[in-house]
């Protein structure tokens, strides 16, 4: 197992070089701006986040059009072919502002990159790509922007073997109502159709103290919902030095002073215990929607997934859950066509999926992902096939959904007002996520009761009580 350091802002020299010579870099220019434009899911969001504020604390003004930008960076998401060929279309649609200005600097980061075919193609391919960056050493990406604004030429960071904590860099969250904060760091499941535990290393999380920290400033801040990330958040705590684990931690920003809500994700159901729920059930800022992800329904698949856990179990799990926690609701994610899947494995998926009755789905067409253990498994069915069990799948959850919203109808809800609209409306969120026009007497950023009035095929709607 690769070696696992925590770095501290102070202690880390690299660290402090680079934002010196980054910062000495800037100066060099009349009003430097940096453009970031994010890929794939809330990890990225939250890395990006930490790159902005390095980047503002050493001078640089975010702008919203890569043609006003000195610096332009791209984190990226390896997680579908089709996230990758995104990338690719938009990394060479940036040709044309490097023509337009030689000293511009584009940095493509993330997951896609940290495959090493990845870094070659676009090393070969696109040659005005300037820096390849590794999100697991944020901490070098100063020193790495000073050394390319400084010799002008092509950099790629080297593929990290050590796997660090890095504590105590800036961040400037995204507007809005969310504040994510990352708990635990790579993953070890090595599910077969994923390139995640490639990309992001191995399962490391932060310590307790500097996660209640970050959720206590988050608060301060004034953010009411707040999500806690991490690829498996029930391994919280593996390999810490304290006797933590993710319930613990719970437990821990549930006694945080304040109004908030905490929500995270991803639950990995292999690893979800009663006591998680029983936890749940106590603690009443955490919310009351679950996302547990169960991929397929049908045991033959989750074997070949190496999921950990059967289709009973899993079942097992969701009951006991609704036994503890009231009014507890489920999210899930499901990927349809993984190889071998026949019409019997998928209609196990469909028979789970109207049993449990989710809030919502995130469904997905198998993709392929070198290097992945699922790559080499025969796949015989044809991507017509695998859209229409998609499809198919789709359109039975929202059957489900569209009754489950009926039910809201003339109920009322806690819920936080998150935005003000156009035509003097208000955007809330639910404890189960969903988004809600409201009307009436209302506060921005603050819990407010609301009845349901109506649901269209589009959206809900309520009024302040
Ligand atoms: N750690 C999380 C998932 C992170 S990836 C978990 O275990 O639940 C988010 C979702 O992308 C996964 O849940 C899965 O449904 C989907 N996914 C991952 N790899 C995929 C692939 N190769 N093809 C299609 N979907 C994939
Ligand atoms: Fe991928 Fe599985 Fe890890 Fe989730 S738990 S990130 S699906 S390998
Ligand atoms: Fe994509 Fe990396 Fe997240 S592969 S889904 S950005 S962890």
Known sequence: MAAIEQTQYLENEAFAQGMFALKAAAQKLSEPRFFIRTFGCQQNVSDSERIAGILIECGYKRCEEPAQADLILFNTCAVREHAEDRVFGNVGELKKYKRENPSLIIAVGGCMVQQQHIAEKLQKSYPYVDLIFNTNRLDLLPGEIAQCAETRGALIAPKSDRYSIVEDLPIRRDEGFRAHIPIMFGCDNFCTYCIVPYVRGRERSRSSADVVEEFKNAVAQGYKDIMLLGQNVNSYGKGLAEQINFAALL??????????????????????????????ARCKKISRQIHLPVQSGSNRILREMNRGYTREEYLALIDYARSVIDGVSFTSDIIVGFPGETEQDYNDTVDLVRHVGFRSLFTFIYSKREGTRAAVMPDFTDHKTKAQRLNALVAIQDEITERQESEYVGKTFRMLVVSKLADGKFEARMDDNSAITVEGDCQLNAFHNVTVTERTKKRLYGKVV
């Not at 109004?259 to 729920?277: G, V």
């Open 251 to 280: 437990e821990r920003l549930n006694d945080v002073e304040g109004d908030f809500t905490i929500r995270f994700m991803t639950s990995h159901p292999k690893d979800a215990t009663k006591e998680l729920f029983d936890t749940i």
